[in-house]
């Protein structure tokens, strides 16, 4: 298992009426997550890993698992390619 990390320290976040605001510090790029990104994002605690988070999110919302599974993908590779996420 390859847990998924938020680097706390590359970034600042505020929830606004349920959606998660997330702005890197160093250069002021920002993220709107409402929905399932949210979500995700709240569940990306330093102990579950990619499955882990998808089921508990096949769990959370009803709905073909095959496409929450790719928007799941398409939000870790960009919060990984930010800088905000680590896993291997």
């Known amino acids: 298992m390859v847990a998924l990390v938020k680097l706390i320290e ?3 976040e505020t929830d606004i ?3 998660i605001i997330v702005m890197r510090l160093d250069n002021g790029e ?3 997550l409402s929905g399932t990104a ?4 709240r569940l990306i605690d330093g102990k579950r890993d990619r ?3 998808l ?3 096949a769990g959370q919302f009803a709905g073909d698992e095959r ?3 790719a928007d799941v993908d398409e939000l870790l590779e960009r919060l ?3 800088k905000l996420v680590v896993y291997d």
């Open 80 to 82: 990984k390619d930010s």
């Open 17 to 19: 009426d349920g959606e």
């Open 10 to 12: 590359r970034f600042t």
């Open 30 to 32: 920002f993220f709107a």
């Open 51 to 53: 499955s882990a988070l």
């Open 55 to 57: 089921a508990e999110l």
């Open 67 to 69: 496409q929450i599974e």
């Open 38 to 41: 949210a979500a995700a994002w």
